[in-house]
Every structure is written in C-alpha cells, then in structure tokens.
C-alpha cells in the first residue's frame, strides 16, 4: 500500500462511509472514478503513480479504519468536477482529482499496525491532512483473486466450486428473482426503457433447476406480475429496496420529496460495514444520482404493487460475496463487468442450480435476476437471515453461510 486516504464526515455525507460505498459503486459500474484532492496548488496524491495502491479509510477512537482500496489510474486532472463524479463533489472548479479503478470494498476493519503504527496513525489523525504517503514497501491489503477450496487455491480461470447437498425433502415449488431498472417519472415508475430481467427455479425436492425456459424481459411491471402468476410462483425476490429510512416518493409518484430526511437503513448499513458496497437508499442517492433514484423508486413501487404476491429483498452483490466467502474466496469478488467476476458468479450458481448453461444467463442483469431467485429459494427452505428490521427501512435477506456450510460436498 502507498498511500492512505482518510475520508471525513462533512455537511452531505455525515457518513463518511455513504461517500466510500458510492466511489465503489461507480466503479462496478464502468463509471470514471475519482477522489477529490485538497484545495492546493500541488496537493498530497497529485504526484502519485499509475498502479499505485490507496487505502480507503476513516477514523475512529484515534485510529484508522479501513474500508477498501483502489489503485491510481492515471495522471491528476486539474480543473472543473468530472460529469460522473458531480453527484459526490458537486460543481467545483479549478480543482485537482485523481483517476481511480479496481476500487474494491473490503470488511470495514482497523488498518493494521504493520501498515501504519498506532502512534504514526494518532499523529496523522491529529494533524489537518487527509492524505498521507506511506514508506516504500508498506505491506498491502489487497490479496491474489484466487479461491480456497479444501485447503488448496486454484486460480479462477479453472476455479470449482463445491456442490450443495440438501437434506430438505420439501414438495416441489417455484420462485422468481427479478433484477429492476430505471423506471419513467411519466409512468409512475410502472414502465422503464430498459427492460429488467426475472429468472425461475424450480426445487424439486433435493436440488433446484431452472423452469423450463427460466429467463424473461419485462419493459412493464404488469409483464413481470404476469410472468410470476404464470409460474405461480411462491416468493419473489428483488434486487431492490423494499422501503426507506427517510427518502420519500411524493404521492402522486412524480419525483422524490425534497424534503425527505437523510435517515439511512440499518440493513444496508449492516452489509456496507461487512464488505458489500452498494448505493445507500439515502437523501443523497435519490436526489442527486438520477438513475439509481429511479432505480429505488421502481423497486418501492413493484413492492407495493399486488399485495397477494410474497416479496423479499435481496442485493445480489452482498449474496454473491457471502456465497463466494462460504466457498473460501480470498479478498474482494471480482467485479461483475470483468470475465473472471462472470465465471466465479456461474460457478458459484452452479453449485446449487442443476443444469444451468451459460446461454441462460447472457449477461450480468440476468445473473442477478438468477441470483435473486436462488435467495428466494433458500428462504423458502428457511437457510437465509435478514439484515435491518421492518422498523429501519426493512429487511434485506442474505443466504445463511452458518447453515448452508453444512451441507457442501466437495466429492
């Protein structure tokens, strides 16, 4: 690691951690990323170097925590806030960023000693800089992306994972997973120009397999209504939030209330402090990044709609990782939008989906609708656990890695 970033809590992030989650984001997203610099003619991280490695962090108790880190992608810019980064900063001009990729988010945990000594980081905390360069040959986070299976480690070009022997004995029952998009204001968020992707699994006793043809696209929430009754499903699984900690859709569903609170989800806290980066259901987010506002607000609608239809929430991402950790993945899940992130995703889904080929899955959306579905499965079999509680914003179900250890067959 070369250098340390420290993060602060300011007047739109009073929590730092909002502002780490949403770099992440716009990452995974194949969005520029950058990390803004002091108001200096040659601030700290300005003269850094390609490849090089920055911790993310912020502080606590007079010591650093770290949440993730990302390499230097290039030479500083100078001038006015770059287009995918304004949402964060705002409209600056004249100012100094530094280009970001592979911004990875690990488990938020005190930066270790052998990094940075506990006396350097008081010292750091106590003075007014947030950027501070590290002595040549600082031992690094970051970890090989290989998986441990068994006590072995294969790369992921050739990475297995183990298959998944289930006692259950349950009658057969189908679910859905549904991956949203971007709904239209015009529409009251019931139609999108994108369509979104749901995937069906049947359990049929001892193992799940995709119904029939499992994949559909849908432009309108009718259409994908009607695909569940069709396959009459038992439980739907969204990637998306089923409520809110202080955002609120104006009631003729026309925009967001400007003057909502800026109260956060205990679940979606939960996750981020494990590792899982995601776009906090925040004031912020619904205010200020336009595709994931109406991303949410799709989600809070489809949610409310027809009452008769179970619904639970997951974030694919967060299943993914806890998944890939129960496998004995090392360090950050590769990113979705890179090959290797795409094989440990199938290989991870093959272990509990018999007979999933590749063309059922074309591309990411359709892996986290599949994603989606097996979560509704394993709730239904009672081998998910929920993070966050009706009461802050609602619950989000992540698959249960105490349990399903248990039933992992490497033969």
């Known amino acids: 690691m070369d250098w340390l970033y420290r993060f602060t809590m300011n007047n739109q992030y009073p929590d730092p951690l909002e502002e780490i989650d949403a770099l992440c984001m716009l990452d995974s997203e194949g969005e520029p990323t950058f990390l ?3 108001d200096r003619q040659s601030p700290p991280l300005s003269g850094s170097s390609c490849g090089e490695v920055v911790g993310l962090c912020t502080s606590q108790g007079g010591q650093l925590v770290l949440h993730g880190t990302a390499l230097v992608a290039g030479e500083c810019l100078r001038g006015d806030t770059p287009l995918s980064v304004r949402p964060i900063y705002g409209g600056l001009a004249g100012r100094v960023f530094c280009p970001l990729k592979d911004v990875d988010r690990l488990p938020s945990d005190g930066l270790p000693a052998s990094i940075l000594s506990h006396t350097e980081q008081k010292t750091f905390l106590k003075g007014q ?11 690094s986070i970051r970890r090989p992306a290989t998986a441990s299976l068994g006590g072995a480690t294969a790369p992921l070009t050739t990475v297995t994972f183990p298959t998944l022997v289930f006692p259950h004995k349950l009658p057969a029952f189908t679910v859905v997973g549904l991956d949203p998009t971007a709904g239209t204001w015009e529409s009251k ?4 120009p994108k369509e979104m992707p749901s995937f069906a699994l049947r359990w049929e006793g ?8 499992p994949l559909a696209w849908h432009l309108k929430n009718e259409g994908f209504r009607c695909e569940a009754i069709r396959r009459e499903s038992v439980l739907t699984c969204l990637d998306g939030p089923c409520g809110t900690n202080g955002p609120r859709l104006l009631a003729d569903l026309s925009g967001w209330d400007a003057n909502g609170s800026t109260g956060t989800r205990g679940g979606e806290l939960l996750l981020s402090r494990q590792g899982v980066n995601l776009f906090w259901t925040t004031q912020n987010t619904v205010m200020k990044f336009d595709g994931a506002s109406r991303w949410i607000a799709r989600s809070l609608v489809l949610f409310s709609e027809d009452s008769n239809q179970r619904k639970i929430e997951t974030h694919p991402h967060g299943a993914f990782t806890f998944l890939w950790q129960l496998f004995g993945g090392r360090g950050a899940l590769p990113k979705k939008s890179k090959s290797s992130g795409r094989r440990v995703r199938l290989a991870i ?3 509990f989906i018999t007979g999933l080929s590749d063309s059922m899955v074309p591309n990411h959306d359709a892996l986290d609708a599949a994603c989606a579905a097996l979560v509704a499965g394993l709730h239904h079999l009672g081998l998910t656990i929920p993070f966050g509680n009706t009461s802050d914003g609602g619950e989000l179900w992540m698959p249960d ?3 399903l250890a248990a039933f992992m067959s490497f033969l």
């Open 349 to 351: 889904l093959r272990s």
């Open 206 to 213: 001892d193992c799940f397999r995709p119904e029939g043809d």
């Open 189 to 192: 968020m019931t139609v999108g």
């Open 36 to 38: 803004l610099l002091a």
């Open 129 to 139: 800089s947030f950027v501070k360069r590290l002595g040549s040959g600082a031992p």
């Open 401 to 403: 890695r105490t349990r």
